[in-house]
């Protein structure tokens, strides 16, 4: 079998809007390096002082060096039916797959990733970078942060791993079903062989234990490792293979539950990699308040955090249709309400709709009353029911509670009969979750959906 010991410099941290600066290739025939390549590139872009400072390579450097599509072929042919091996592979091999595709080429090689190896092979040290690994294990590095350098010290770190591998570790990872190629450098297999093929909520830690990113899942193995398949080039991907260093987990019993405990635990840990859930919040509210003269009065505002809602709305239309139902159905003023800005008495006095308290006519009291019992129909209206559901194992259920329109909490029990008394036993037994437009709307439809789970209580 034939290895192909891959370093390379680059611009930048990823491949979408970064240039190559220095490839090195070393063919290795399980034995020792049969052939070796390196090549100047010409990145076509500026390169940046900090990597200048970083590898010696400058602007000037590279100014006649050929571009990567002048040695794309030659670099192609090398590494083609190659297992390509490098120190943190995913790196190395999203650059050349990624510009390789530019210049016509489809890279697609077996990976080892001599940091897993090492971790694997050589346990126990107190850093698997190359630089303090090699310095750890005696091995000289000439034109350290050089390509060809580079690849030189990872060539003979790999000779040493090939000489130490006497339980066919190499093999195994080799294997399509391992995934080991497709893992973050610092991610153990163990993590993954653990996750169950059940639905659950897992969190991905960085090297201090950090949740950096919470996800659902309606089978957790395979989720998890499709976060590593493919090769992205993006600088958002690649940062985030690289802070991965562990994966915990919680199982649900089913995979709505695993949502709602998702958006919650987002909302609680506020993961600094899960931007779009933590944009959303419904954005609009129907309040009630007393004004300076005793009236009390609807209105559609914005969302507070602080403030207590009638109602959420995910669109300022939708929160003035409902409110316009409610002054249609309710006999209410459309001025107190906000929906009218007239100087004077609103449209619908005139026509008996309004019963003239934006006039004068009706007193408080009386306004105050009907709205008030428009209220508490409006809340008689809200549904209160549990869905019922599998558990985590065959001999449990789960169970979700809404109450008078709002997401009480979910858990687990044993038996149905568990419903028959009502929702106050059910509460005591339920861990509690916060309860937006976003959650309530997930069950609503489910329920829809699947109305033999439902249980009016």
């Known amino acids: ?34 052939e070796s390549y390196t090549t100047l590139i010409n990145p076509r872009q500026f390169i940046p002082a900090y990597i200048t400072a970083l590898t010696g390579i400058d602007n000037d450097m590279v100014a006649e060096a050929p571009y990567f599509e002048d040695v794309a072929l030659q670099i192609y042919q090398l590494l083609n039916e190659k297992v390509f091996v490098a120190h943190n592979v995913n790196f190395d091999y999203s650059f050349l797959k990624h510009h390789l595709a530019a210049a016509g080429y489809d890279l697609n090689c077996r990976k080892l990733c001599t940091v897993r190896l090492s971790r694997k092979l050589i346990p126990g040290k107190a ?12 091995i000289s590095i000439q034109n350290r942060h050089r390509a060809g350098g580079d690849a030189d010290a990872t060539s003979i770190l790999f000779n040493m791993l090939l000489e130490t591998d006497h339980e066919g570790v190499i093999a195994e990872m080799l294997k399509k079903s391992s995934k080991e190629q497709v893992l973050p450098p610092h991610l153990d297999r163990a993590s993954i062989l653990r996750l169950p093929n059940q639905p659950g909520v897992y969190y991905f830690k960085d090297n201090k234990g950090k949740i950096v990113y919470v996800g659902k899942a309606k089978n957790l193995k395979k989720r998890v490792i ?15 293979l690289r802070t991965i260093y562990n994966v915990d987990y919680v199982v649900c019993g089913t995979e709505l539950m695993a949502l709602i405990l998702e958006a919650n635990e987002i909302k609680r840990l506020w993961p600094e ?23 009390l009065r ?12 009638l109602q959420s709305f995910n669109s300022l239309l939708e929160g003035y249709n409902f409110l316009n139902q409610l002054i249609e159905k309710y006999q209410l003023c459309a001025k107190l309400c906000y929906l009218q800005k007239t100087a004077t008495k609103c449209t619908a006095h005139d026509n008996g709709q309004c019963f003239g308290v934006c006039s004068g006519i009706e007193t408080v009291a009386v306004y105050n009353k009907r709205l008030n019992n428009a209220l508490a129909e409006l809340q008689r209206l809200q549904p209160s029911f549990a869905l019922v559901d599998d558990g985590r194992e065959a001999e449990e259920l789960s169970c979700l509670v809404v109450e008078n329109g709002t997401f009480y909490g979910m858990g687990y029990f044993k038996d149905k ?17 916060q309860s937006n437009s976003y959650i309530l709307n997930l069950i609503l439809n489910h329920a829809a959906e699947f109305p033999q789970k439902l249980y009016k209580l």
């Open 1 to 34: 079998m034939l290895y192909a010991v891959v370093d390379i410099e680059t611009t930048g941290g990823h491949a979408s809007a970064n240039g190559i600066t220095e490839v090195a290739i070393n063919i290795h025939n399980e034995n020792q390096v049969v």
């Open 127 to 138: 850093s698997y970078s190359l630089g303090k690994l090699c310095s750890a294990l005696n």
């Open 226 to 240: 499709s976060h590593f398949t493919g090769n992205k080039p993006n600088k958002q991907r690649q940062d985030f």
């Open 273 to 295: 990699n899960n931007r779009a859930m933590k944009r959303y919040e419904h954005k609009y509210d129907l309040y009630v308040f007393e004004d300076q003269n005793g009236y």
């Open 298 to 309: 609807l209105a559609i505002d914005k969302h507070k955090t602080n403030n207590k809602s």
């Open 417 to 433: 009969t568990y419903l028959a008394d009502g929702l106050a036993p059910i509460k005591n037994d339920l861990s509690i979750y």
